[in-house]
């Protein structure tokens, strides 16, 4: 088990803005999508530096809330990606959709978790070949603290959302198969994401 210094200096901002705050007396760590990055599902993160996670579990607090310029369509969206590849060109990712959960739409309800696989498989085209495979309904909203637990296990991954013993989503086949990488805070427009209490365990 490695607890992850949430300082700045441990990460590097790719396509993003990353800084030190203390928020709710913990100290925490800010990242904003850089807005000159008009593509969805993009590596727009903080990534942590000297790591390598094949298998494991990796667990964290995140929090989002809404900017005040942020869009129309903007979710509160934030998670992580994983399975990074040195130059940012491949990775995985599993984020959440806060404000969609309490909206009386099904449809949006139903899409407050995903998957996506870039640069090949992000939300819009797995909504064109797999609707609703890599998306589903868990009970979150922005401005609260949400627990987040991603288990990785060769070519599936798992999301527990808030100390759940049931996963809100499975992904039976990530797209980039069986390979390790590096592990980032992601973010997407109109997202103000705050992150800390970084653990991974490798397994």
């Not at 288990?151 to 049931?166: G, H, T």
């Not at 989503?169 to 994401?193: C, F, M, P, Q, Y």
Request: proline share 3%; hydrophobic share 35%; charged share 30%.
């Amino acid at each position: 088990m490695e607890i992850i210094d949430i300082k700045i200096a441990n990460f590097m901002a790719i396509n993003s803005k990353i800084t030190n705050i203390y928020m709710d007396n913990h100290e925490v760590i800010n990242v904003l999508k850089n807005p000159e990055i008009e593509e969805f599902d993009e590596p727009t993160y903080a990534k942590i530096k000297n790591l390598d996670f094949e298998n494991g579990i990796i667990e964290l607090k995140v929090y989002s809330q809404l900017l005040a310029d942020a869009p129309d369509f903007a979710r509160g969206f934030i998670g992580i990606c994983f399975h990074i590849n040195d130059d940012d060109t491949e990775f995985e990712g599993i984020y959440i959709r806060p404000t969609n959960s309490q909206v009386s739409d099904e449809v949006r309800r139903n899409r407050s978790t995903q998957y996506f696989s870039y640069p090949n498989h992000k939300f819009d085209d797995f909504r064109q070949t797999d609707p609703g495979k890599y998306e589903s309904y868990v009970n979150i909203d922005i401005n609260e603290w949400i627990d987040f637990k991603v288990v990785v296990k060769d070519e599936r991954a798992e999301l527990y959302i808030n100390n759940s013993n049931e996963a809100c989503l499975v992904v039976n086949e990530l797209k980039h198969g069986k390979r390790s990488g590096s592990i980032a805070l992601w973010t997407e427009v109109g997202t103000d994401a705050y992150f800390r209490d970084i653990v991974v365990t490798k397994l």
